[in-house]
Nanobody, 126 residues
């Protein structure tokens, strides 16, 4: 069973960068499509970015396009979310989720994912 675990969150000032990591404590991430979602206090969970199992295709929410980059290193069983030019509105708990690949499911939809990590807090101060 794939069990994703996130790390790399923290408290930063606006304009700073953070890199989140997602690994699996169970089976490898290597055949998994991986998505990052986030949930701010009082808001619904929203799609941030996703990458296919082979790393050939990545997609982003409009709110993070050009600032965030998703990448994977299958040799290290790790998927990264590089977050640059952070804004206070990026403050949220960030979740890594996995979906068996290849798949025709909509990677932007949270209920299409099979496994979720516990989340990591990202706080961006003004």
């Amino acid at each position: 069973q794939v069990q994703p675990v996130e790390s790399g969150g923290g408290l930063v000032q606006a304009g700073a960068s953070l890199r989140l990591s997602c690994v699996s404590s169970g089976r490898s991430l290597n055949m998994q499509n991986v998505g990052w979602f986030r949930q701010a206090i009082g808001k619904e969970r929203e799609f941030v970015a996703a990458i296919t199992w082979a790393g050939r295709v990545s997609r982003y929410a409009d709110s993070v396009k050009g600032r965030f980059t998703i990448a994977r290193e299958n040799a290290k069983n790790t998927v990264y979310l590089q977050m640059d030019s952070l804004k206070p509105e990026d403050t949220a708990v960030y979740y890594c989720a996995t979906m068996s690949g290849p798949s025709t499911k909509d990677y932007r939809v949270s209920h299409e994912y099979d496994s979720w990590g516990p989340g990591t807090q990202v706080t961006v101060s003004a």
